[in-house]
Nanobody, 117 residues
């Protein structure tokens, strides 16, 4: 059973940083592309960043380019999302998935990120 567990969210001031973690339980993350997605209140879920299993290419939504970095630590079976220069519009629940595309049907609980002064 594929299970991903997100963590690392919290409350941060504008301009601050957070690092989210996506840990895999029961399988090896390096066999999969991993995407980070987010859903703000009243909005649709959207893709934020992706790392592919084939060549570790990375992709970012235009809204986060230059601020967010996705990375893998295969030894820890974890994918990270380093988020810098956070903005209030980054406030959302963040989810990871074994896909870079929607739709996806195995969502975890996600981790809440709130950017507010």
């Amino acid at each position: 059973q594929v299970q991903l567990v997100e963590s690392g969210g919290g409350l941060v001031q504008p301009g601050g940083s957070l690092r989210l973690s996506c840990a895999a339980l029961g399988f090896s993350l390096d066999d999969y592309s991993i995407g980070w997605f987010r859903q703000a209140p009243g909005a649709e879920r959207e893709g934020v960043a992706c790392t592919t299993e084939s060549d570790n290419s990375v992709y970012y939504a235009d809204s986060v380019k230059g601020r967010f970095t996705i990375s893998r630590d295969n030894a820890k079976n974890t994918v990270y999302l380093q988020m810098n220069s956070l903005r209030p519009e980054d406030t959302a629940i963040y989810y990871c998935a074994t896909s870079c595309f929607l739709p996806y049907n195995s969502w975890g609980q996600g981790t809440q990120v709130t950017v507010s002064s």
